[in-house]
């Protein structure tokens, strides 16, 4: 009887406590401008309101009632936007100037690869991306699954994560190269082929955790061109097996034909690109599948080896090209995702990828949505996350300055927010 009571005021006590967390009082928060994800421009004087998790309002100053128990936050010259999201990542990577990718996926121990993770999870969050999707751990097995339930249980601070686990990739088409034949290499990814085997795979994978599947659809196979790996069946294959399951595919595809097969098997995106055309792009926007150009991942090498940087001419090869390339994708009107590779490059600088983005003909406001609203629609996530509307989940960053007239204000990241709790304060 006694324990019954005991009990009994225990529940009651939780119950008080769960009210004294969900009254904590709505916060105000009131930078100079907020760009909400969708205008063409910012609004100045507008405020957020954020209680819980959610944002409650947005909207002008004086049209907003603010709580009276509201904890206001000022923001002087700040722009307050969406947490940002980059759709294509690798925590598990560190820049191939440090080590190549060779050296991290077969000499650098799963625990020293997780360490490192646990950094670039930080920067990432606290450079404004609150969302990131990660698109295989070369060689790290399942680590992906851990990291995220460690940021989800407030273990680590970092961005949201969709993760892809091992990604897939055809046989001989991903191994670390340059061994001798009779020796079996550890892989970057798992390999699987035919029919059974990728049926398998596929369902394994989602099993294990994965909230995507990535294929690599050409390889340099044999240490030449870059070919096709898998059949247009196979691909097929793949996507069939995830959707009925729930899950989308993003294709690793930088030859012609392997952008042709991938966009015709009906994977959502096709990761770099290089080897498009206007036609292969035309085909893309006709099977809706949008592009991560992974633009700072090229960038990076031609800016360490000859100085170049974002705005400069003349532009060098193979950014030439690949500028070119990126203008015909927006011209055959092909839905362009915010997606870097960072992991190549530094985490913490994926601001990269949006200013090349605008060095390449995008305005400022195009790359924004590109890492807000776009991204969101494409990543199936667009209910709650990427605009500043009531009821979407507080992800937002404040940054100097004001990103809608000159992107390079991203560096300048001064707070963070995301589902509602401070990362980085102001
Ligand atoms: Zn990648």
New binding site residues.
Partial sequence: MRARRLLATLAWLIVLLKGVVASSPPIVLQPARVFDGTAETSHEGWVVVVNGDRIEAVGPAHRINTPADAQVVELPELTLLPGLIDA?T?VLLHPYHEASWNDQVLKEPLALRVCRATNHLRSDLLSGFTTIRD??TEGAGYADVGLKQAVEQGIIPGPRMLIATRAIVATGSYAPKGYAPEWTIPQGAEEADGVDALIRVVRDQIGRGADWIKVYADAAMGGGPIRPSFSLEELKLIVETARSSGIMVAAHASSREGMRRASLAGVATI?HGYGGDPEIFRLMRECAVALCPTLAASEISVAENQGWRVGSEPIPEPLGRLRTLFQQAREAGVTIVNGS?IGVFAHGDGARELELMVAFGMTPVEALRSATTVAARVLRLDDRLGALKPGMLADLIAVEGDPTQSISSLRRVRMVMKGGVFFRRP
Avoid: F, K
């Fill in positions: 294509h690798h698109l295989g990761e590779d």
